[in-house]
């Protein structure tokens, strides 16, 4: 059996894991003002996250980078192009915006002198009013990680500053968010 038939043979399997995984772990957690932002009450679509990986995992295989931005519009339906600095101004009037995360939402990273591109990910699931986790890609070289624990570290709980895990119990230096995007569209 050659590698590129294991790998056609492991991928259903992998979507197949992922999706029982989904449906018995029971209804999804949201943020205490979901309803607000008209999230869906089952957080992400565990299809689209499942395409999102399979996605990632090709581009590897091919000997491509694996960016945010793709794996972040893949996983949670947020069809915004450009860098993921450009991602917070462009869902103005697109995408409902807001301070509070919500499964499937995706929160956009500002960009920085350390990281002037900025960063996209998803919202994965909602532990606390100051604990999450995310899935994303590229934040160690392209990588996918799926779980990451975020931590809001803002003086006044907005989640204008954060602290991802970067090891097991090991918190990275803060990062400053703009907020985050709403798969729905806007109001306005």
């Known amino acids: 059996m050659t590698r590129g038939t294991k790998t056609l043979i492991r991928l259903p399997l ?7 995984t989904a449906a018995c772990a029971g209804p999804g957690v949201t943020s205490k003002s979901s309803s607000d932002h008209g ?20 581009k590897r295989s091919r000997g491509e980078r694996v960016w945010c931005v793709p794996f972040a519009r893949d996983a949670s339906g947020v069809e915004i192009r450009g860098n993921a600095g450009t991602w917070w101004n462009s869902a103005a009037g697109i995408y409902a915006r807001g301070d509070d995360p919500v499964p499937g939402s995706v929160m956009a990273f500002a960009s920085t002198r350390k990281n002037p591109m900025g960063h996209v990910a998803v919202v994965a699931e909602v532990i606390s009013d100051r604990e999450i986790r995310i899935d994303h890609a590229n934040w160690e070289r392209n990588k996918l990680s799926l779980g990451m624990k975020v931590v809001d570290v803002s003086e006044k709980g907005d989640w204008s500053s954060v602290r991802l895990e ?23």
């Not at 992998?14 to 029982?20: D, F, K, M």
């Not at 090991?170 to 306005?188: C, D, E, K, T, V």
């Open 166 to 188: 970067s090891s097991p119990g090991n918190l990275g230096r803060s990062y400053p968010i703009n907020g985050f995007i709403y798969p729905q569209a806007s109001a306005s």
């Open 14 to 20: 992998l979507c197949a894991a992922l999706l029982l």
């Open 39 to 58: 999230a869906a009450a089952t957080g992400i679509d565990p299809n689209r996250k499942a395409a999102a990986i399979t996605e990632v995992k090709a």
